[in-house]
């Protein structure tokens, strides 16, 4: 079984930043794409940052240039870091990784329990 666990979220002011961290571990061979969704009350869940193997990024629009996405693969672990931060971006994050628990096995899907964001104005 494979657990991701993030952590950093957290109240802050409209401009401040947020690291965020989610951590994989249990069986894993390797790990593919890891990456970062929020869900806003109301709303369906987005992704914000995605993160492939060997370093190429995707961004949603509306965090480009503010929220930077990194891993160190050696500690299977992905960060979110969220700067310039506004009220918009209030919700509940979550990591999100694609990964293999053999070298012949599948790649399975796992999601993080969530961490909450919210920025006050």
């Known amino acids: 079984q494979v657990q991701l666990v993030e952590s950093g979220g957290g109240l802050v002011q409209a401009g401040g930043s947020l690291r965020l961290s989610c951590a994989a571990s249990?069986?894993?061979?390797?790990?593919?794409?890891m990456g970062w969704y929020r869900q806003a009350p109301g709303k369906q869940r987005e992704l914000v940052a995605i993160?492939?193997?060997?370093?190429?990024?995707t961004y949603a629009d509306s965090v480009k240039g503010r929220f930077t996405i990194s891993r160190d693969n050696a500690k299977n672990t992905v960060y979110l870091q969220m700067n310039s931060l506004k009220p918009e971006d209030t919700a509940v994050y979550y990591c999100?990784?694609?990964?293999?628990?053999?070298?012949?096995?599948?790649?399975?899907?796992?999601w993080g329990q969530g961490t909450q964001v919210t920025v006050s104005s």
């Open positions: 999100n990784a694609d990964v293999k628990v053999t070298m012949t096995a599948p790649l399975t899907n796992y």
């Open positions: 249990g069986s894993i061979f390797s790990i593919n794409a």
């Open positions: 993160i492939f193997t060997l370093g190429s990024t």
